[in-house]
């Protein structure tokens, strides 16, 4: 039997090749934009599309919107139990947004995280602070093209009284300022795009030293065997 002197070497049963998330605690990404800007959606997109990538899901006293479901879109509880949870130190940050109460279970997060798996946090700016203050996170800051763009997105989108659009449109004008304190800022123009933009944000910081080394440093151990 002849054999090709060109061909690849049989695949030896040796280790499997380490990943690049391997023996590494996961990422957090924040990700906070004015409401209106489609952060939720496009975060989404990138879950779907990126492996060991989830969406924390955030306990709120709001209630729910007609369409959303509790323990999908958000752990909906009353107002009572998230101060209990408050009191209880349960949350790794928690905000005041339009009234309502949101937060991020810490328990939640640590799970995914302790994992190895990255997670998203889609929270506003008072939260990111909190998180900021507590651990290492990546922040991303999404903007709409223009002011005129997102008014146009929020009045085509909500049943809001004229009242509530102003106050919506009032935070945005504060929140836009707070971009100077995330790592990244990306805009939505164009749905498809900003979830590329935001999907090469992650796969990049999975690829810093910081985070690649042990899986880096179990390939390069491959080396001295031969
Ligand atoms: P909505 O009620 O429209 O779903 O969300 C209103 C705002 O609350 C959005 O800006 C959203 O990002 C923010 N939000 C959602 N969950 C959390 C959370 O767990 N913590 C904080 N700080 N903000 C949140």
Do not use: H, W
């Not at 489609?38 to 599309?49: C, L, S």
């Not at 709120?60 to 909906?76: K, L, Q, V, W």
């Not at 990244?184 to 910081?210: K, P, Q, S, T």
Request: net charge negative; with cysteine; charged share 30%.
């Amino acid at each position: 039997m002849s054999s090709d002197p060109l061909a690849p070497p049989p695949a030896s049963p040796g280790p499997e090749r380490p990943g690049l998330l391997e023996g590494r605690r996961g990422l957090l990404f924040v990700v906070s934009a004015p409401s209106g800007t489609g952060k939720t959606t496009v975060v989404e997109r990138v879950v779907q599309q990126v492996p060991d990538l989830a969406m924390s899901r955030s306990y709120t006293s709001r209630p729910a919107r007609p369409g959303e479901t509790d323990g999908i879109d958000y752990n909906f509880i009353t107002r009572a139990r998230f101060e209990e949870m408050i009191a209880a130190d349960a949350f790794l940050e928690s905000a005041d947004v339009f009234g309502n109460l949101y937060g991020t279970s810490a328990e939640d997060a640590e799970r995914d995280l302790a994992a190895g798996r990255d997670l998203v946090l889609v929270i506003d700016v008072q939260g990111a602070r909190l998180v900021r203050q507590r651990c290492a996170t990546v922040g991303v800051f999404v903007l709409p093209p223009s002011f005129e763009v997102l008014e146009r997105r929020l009045r085509g989108r909500s049943a809001d009284s004229e009242a509530d659009m102003q106050r919506r449109l009032q935070t945005a004008r504060d929140e836009v300022a707070a971009f100077v304190e995330y790592d990244y800022v990306v805009v939505n123009d164009e749905i498809e795009a900003c979830v590329d933009r935001i999907r090469a944000i992650v796969l990049a910081e999975r690829a810093r030293l910081g985070s690649a080394r042990y899986a880096a440093e179990s390939i390069v151990t491959t080396f001295d065997k031969s």
